[in-house]
């Protein structure tokens, strides 16, 4: 199976909380990232967190980690159209520091 | 600073016909990476460079694929032949250490490559 994954939609209200869900399956990871990609841009970082770490919160991002499960989630706080994006999570192994990524969840933010 | 360029934006080709890509990573980034996306899929991990000495290619199909950092700075990756599976987009990111900053890598905006 894959090594990162997500489910692949979300639709929420604008102004409504969104949270989107990652699972990974190595446990050697040292960092965990979260992208975003607009339609036909590249990948934009929006956060990272440290696996020593339970949460992070970075103004309407907050990121919670719970490694005994190996899960990681994304909640965005007042979600606004221009949140309308596919969120990608990321772990950062250990072995080759190289980054792998989730298939991405597609946010749709409605009016 | 100037982010990670990437030439051309789109292409189209026939299958079995060749194409190339380009990217600069931002001054200074030692560690280069080429990744592929296909449509409705995160990223995958094609080859890892180090300087102009490859770090891991274990993904790259290496009976078309081919990928080349001679001065350590610019890179291009190769398709020979292409086939229709191959239609992706190709991302290049650089990081100024292997694995990236806390900040992770710095993305290029990609090019879309059609293979009809």
């Known amino acids: 199976g894959e090594d990162v994954e997500q489910s692949l939609f979300l639709s929420v209200r604008e102004g409504d909380s969104s949270v989107i869900n990652c699972t990974y399956t190595d446990s050697s990871s040292t960092y965990l990232y979260w992208y975003k990609q607009e339609p036909g841009a590249g990948l934009q970082l929006l956060t990272y967190?440290?696996?020593?770490?339970d949460m992070k919160q970075d103004q309407r991002l907050t990121v919670l980690l719970n490694k005994k499960d190996k899960h990681l989630s994304l909640r965005i706080a007042d979600t606004q159209t221009g949140d309308s994006a596919i969120y990608f999570c990321?772990?950062?192994?250990?072995?080759?520091?190289?980054?792998?990524f989730g298939g991405g969840t597609r946010l749709m933010v409605k009016p | 600073e100037a982010g990670v360029a990437q030439s051309p934006r789109y292409k189209i080709i026939e299958k079995r016909q060749s194409v190339a890509f380009w990217c600069n990573p931002i001054?200074?980034?030692?560690?280069l990476y080429w990744y592929q996306q296909i449509l409705g899929q995160g990223p995958k991990l094609l080859i890892q460079f180090q300087n102009n000495g490859v770090v891991d290619d274990s993904q790259l199909p290496k009976d078309r694929f081919s990928a080349e950092r001679l001065k350590g700075v610019d890179s291009t990756l190769k398709i020979q032949p292409a086939k229709l599976e191959d239609s992706a987009v190709y991302l290049c990111a650089s990081s100024l250490i292997p694995g990236g900053t806390l900040n992770g890598y710095t993305f290029g905006s990609g090019t879309r490559l059609t293979v009809v």
């Open positions: 990321a772990e950062r192994k250990n072995a080759g520091n190289m980054l792998t």
């Open positions: 967190i440290f696996s020593n770490m």
């Open positions: 001054s200074g980034h030692a560690t």
